[in-house]
């Protein structure tokens, strides 16, 4: 039975929801700023619109599709990857049920939102990966393709989202300034808080499902 991986999950399980509670928030901040929604925002409701499927049926759906294509790159799925696609979604429909948030009336405070949406969605991102229980479907394409290709974060993530937009757009999905900053800037942000804390995703090893599974053998 392998014990360390059983008391790591247990260790880092508060510390992986924390992260996925200040994704949740940065993520609300960012729609209520009303400056345009994140470049995964404008995909999915681009595919929703040219579908029966809704919103959260496809963020699900792209999740798994997603997972799937990562085998390819040998980034396995851990117990991370399933809680962000369960959690995070669900985090964000009920912290907009409290209604403690709304959008601002002044430009001003709603770039203030979105600048500090995008910084929470970020830190929280470094939060649940420092955990070491998997990366999220769109977070472990992400660094499969880092240790790949030898690239940093601030190239590697522009890359993949501002793709991720051009087909949202022609897909349908509403786009604005919010979109393009998190499009170009979120890569450079989640970088600095990477080299803040030292935190280098192409050298950890994500502990994956089977790893768990092991655990409780």
């Known amino acids: 039975m392998n014990t360390s991986a059983l008391k790591k999950t247990i260790k880092n399980l508060p510390?992986?929801?924390?992260?996925?509670?200040i994704i949740a928030l940065g993520i609300n901040l960012s729609l209520y700023a009303d400056l345009g929604t994140n470049p995964w925002g404008t995909f999915h409701q681009g595919v929703s619109r040219i579908t029966p499927?809704?919103?959260?049926?496809?963020t699900q759906l792209t999740g798994v599709v997603i997972i799937l294509l990562s085998l390819i790159i040998k980034i396995y799925p851990g117990i991370g990857t399933i809680l962000n696609m369960l959690l995070i979604g669900f985090i964000v429909d009920f912290?907009?049920?409290?209604?403690?948030?709304?959008?601002?009336?002044?430009?001003?405070?709603?770039?203030?939102?979105l600048i500090i949406g995008t910084f929470l969605f970020n830190y929280g991102v470094y939060i649940y990966l420092s955990c070491e229980l998997g990366a999220g479907p769109r977070d472990g394409l992400m660094v499969g393709l880092l240790k790949?290709?030898?690239?940093?974060?601030s190239v590697i993530r522009p890359i993949i989202e501002v793709t991720i937009v051009i087909i949202g757009i022609l897909l349908g999905g509403a786009y604005g300034v919010g979109t393009v900053l998190n499009a170009f800037g979120?890569?450079?942000?989640l970088?600095?808080?990477?080299?803040f804390h030292n935190f280098n995703p192409k050298s950890?090893?994500?502990?994956?499902?089977?790893?768990?599974?092991?655990?409780?053998?």
Do not use: E, H, W
């Open 15 to 21: 510390r992986l929801i924390l992260g996925f509670v």
């Open 53 to 58: 499927l809704t919103f959260g049926q496809v």
């Open 95 to 113: 912290m907009d049920a409290l209604n403690l948030i709304s959008t601002p009336d002044s430009l001003i405070m709603k770039i203030v939102f």
């Open 148 to 153: 790949i290709t030898g690239k940093s974060v």
């Open 186 to 189: 979120g890569g450079y942000v």
């Open 191 to 195: 970088n600095k808080i990477f080299n």
């Open 204 to 217: 950890i090893k994500q502990m994956v499902i089977k790893d768990f599974l092991l655990a409780n053998s």
